[in-house]
Structure formats: C-alpha cells, structure tokens
C-alpha cells in the first residue's frame, strides 16, 4: 500500500490512542486522594489477576493437551474419579486468601478514604502542618451548570473553581433541584449532590494546571455539556483570580440566584463580586423564594413537637401506672 494511502488510518490510530490516554488520569492524577484511590485500584486488579490469569492459562492448556488426536488423549480414563484434596485445598484456598486480602484492604481504604474525613497529610511524605486551615467550597449543582460560592473570600463562580497547591479544600455540597455527581478526576473521587442535603469532600491538589471537571450522573437534556475548569494555582495566582472575581464579577443576590437557577445549558464562566449573606444556606435548605419555609427550621419545629408528644405520653403512662398498681386495686 502507498505511504499516502496509510496516513489516514495511522491518523485515526494515533488519535484513537491519544484519546485512550486522558483517561489514564484516574491512575496518574495531581492530587493525592486521586492518587491513592488510583493505587488501590491497581492493586485490587493486579490481586484479581493472580486468579484470572492462572486460570486462563490453564484452560487454554488443558483445550491443547487433550484436544482431539493428542497423544494424551488416550490415556487411562477414570470415569468414577471425583475428588483429590490436594487439588481442592488449591482450587478453595487461592481465592479465599484474595477475598480475604481484597476485604481487608476494602475495609481499610473505605475509612482512610472517607470523603468526609480531614485530610492529615497533602502528599506522600508531607503531613498537614498544624494550625493550616482548609478552603471552603461550597458547590450547588444546578441544571445545568456548576455554582461554587467562597464563603472565606466573600465571591462566586460558575462552571470555574481554584485553588491553591497543597492547600486543604473542603467541599459542601447541595444540589437545586435534581440529583447530580460531583467529579474532577485529578483530585478525588466523584461525590453525589441532592437536593435539601449537603455532602462533604476533602481533598487537595499538587501541581499547578488546569484540571477539568464534569458531572457524572445524569441530570437531564444538559448533561453532556455540564463541564467546569478547576484550577491548581500557586498562593499568589489565587489572590490574583479573587481580586479579578472581586473587581469583575457582579454581585449575586437571591433575585439573581433564582435566574441563574433557571435551566440553561453549556453556560460559559461568571464571576460575582459579592454574594447575599446566607444565600448558600437558603439553597440548602429549599428556601430561596420569598415566605418559603426552610427545611432546617421545619425539622427543628417538628423535633421539637415530636419531644413535647414524647413527654406528654411517658407523663399519661406514669400516671396510669400510678393509678393502676396493686395497692391501688387493693384499696
């Protein structure tokens, strides 16, 4: 074939690759959450692929050696054959003593990794030096674009969020209206997003770089499109990116929430200069539209009432336990 006909094809194959290649992210990630869950995947696979592997070879090997006019295929059949112990503690042992280690490191990592767990270290070999505060984050999803307030720094973005290298970042996360997934491969592992409820993430970024960030639950017709940049800046160039926020941004009051929250998709990046005191804690608890109750005072009403119910029936059952004794049906 001419060298120009294969151009093509080795086009496609080379693009075909490079595509491949982003998603080797979740094993080479910029933060170290990503990077742990990314060495517990590898070696939950290398531990399954000491089963899968012998097991493939020997099926293979045992189709070749008595396939049909082998020279084994005439050896002694033993038609009554059905047990040999050394064979079964082989068979029974192998893959218990994965389980075994597959469960202990499940139970391991699932509360070394917990999402809502402090990080006490930013890197291999760099524990978390005492006093260091966390940046808060607090993330909405809305449909269908991502809202990220900074309650420290006093602004708001969408579909953009940074931070500082190897700085704390604490996540709390609500959603508007319909269920969502929080996920930005290179700095931990997906976190859901629901409506009156609020999750937590803690994780950290290493290197400077833009990130890319999406929603991985479907959400509805924007889904595809509902995609942010996070950014992995150094402590100066976070400065720089709130002051730009500061001086460019408009402010963000409940009148602008409430049409920003109206469905849109493939919304390009804002920044407000100002946000509404409490405005985060409103779309937490469903109350953002003027004389709507909000969840938490409703749940405190009904606690409450549930605790006064509470004492009024363990006081009526005293009282008829007074009356109704032995004595008293005695007398």
């Given at each position: 074939m001419p060298l120009n006909h294969l151009r093509a094809p080795l086009a496609l194959a080379a693009a075909a690759l490079l595509a491949g290649c982003s998603k080797l992210v979740v094993l080479n990630p910029a933060g170290d959450i990503a990077a742990q869950q990314g060495k517990l995947v590898v070696i939950a696979t290398?531990?399954?692929?000491?089963?899968?592997?012998?097991?493939?070879?020997?099926?293979?090997?045992?189709?070749?050696?008595?396939?049909?006019?082998s020279k084994h295929s005439d050896e002694e059949y033993a038609p009554d054959w059905h047990h040999s112990t050394k064979l079964e503690l082989v068979i029974w042992s192998a893959p218990l003593?994965?389980?075994?280690?597959?469960?202990?490191?499940?139970?391991?990592?699932?509360?070394?990794?917990?999402?809502?767990?402090?990080?006490?270290?930013?890197?291999?070999?760099?524990?978390?030096a005492e006093g260091v505060k966390p940046l808060e984050v607090q993330v909405v999803s809305l449909d269908w674009k991502w809202l990220f307030f900074y309650p420290e720094q006093g602004i708001a973005t969408v579909n953009e969020v940074a931070a500082p290298v190897d700085r704390p970042?604490?996540?709390?996360?609500?959603?508007?209206?319909?269920?969502?997934?929080?996920?930005?491969?290179?700095?931990?592992?997906?976190?859901?997003?629901?409506?009156?409820?609020?999750?937590?993430?803690?994780?950290?970024?290493?290197?400077?770089?833009?990130?890319?960030g999406m929603s991985s639950h479907y959400s509805g017709a924007g889904f595809s499109g509902m995609h942010f940049k996070f950014h992995g800046l150094s402590n100066e160039d976070f400065a720089k990116w709130v002051a730009k926020a500061k001086t460019e941004g408009?402010?963000?009051?409940?009148?602008?929430?409430?049409?920003?929250?109206?469905?849109?998709?493939?919304?390009?990046?804002?920044?407000?200069?100002?946000?509404?005191?409490?405005?985060?804690?409103r779309v937490l608890n469903l109350c953002v539209e003027d004389g709507q109750p909000c969840m938490h005072e409703i749940m405190h009403k009904d606690a409450t009432?549930?605790?006064a119910h509470a004492?009024?029936?363990?006081?009526?059952?005293?009282?008829?336990?007074?009356?109704?004794?032995?004595?008293t049906l005695i007398e």
């Open positions: 290398v531990l399954m692929l000491l089963i899968i592997v012998p097991v493939i070879i020997l099926t293979l090997l045992f189709a070749w050696r008595y396939r049909q006019n003593v994965i389980i075994i280690a597959l469960g202990a490191l499940t139970w391991i990592s699932t509360h070394k990794l917990d999402p809502y767990r402090p990080l006490d270290r930013i890197a291999v070999g760099k524990p978390l970042i604490l996540f709390k996360l609500t959603s508007s209206h319909t269920m969502n997934a929080f996920y930005v491969p290179d700095l931990a592992g997906m976190i859901y997003t629901m409506p009156g409820m609020q999750t937590e993430l803690n994780a950290v970024i290493n290197k400077p770089g833009e990130y890319k408009q402010p963000l009051t409940r009148e602008a929430y409430r049409e920003l929250a109206k469905p849109s998709e493939r919304n390009p990046v804002a920044r407000f200069s100002t946000v509404e005191d409490g405005l985060y804690n009432r549930n605790r004492a009024e029936r363990a006081l009526t059952t005293a009282a008829a336990q007074s009356i109704c004794t032995p004595e």
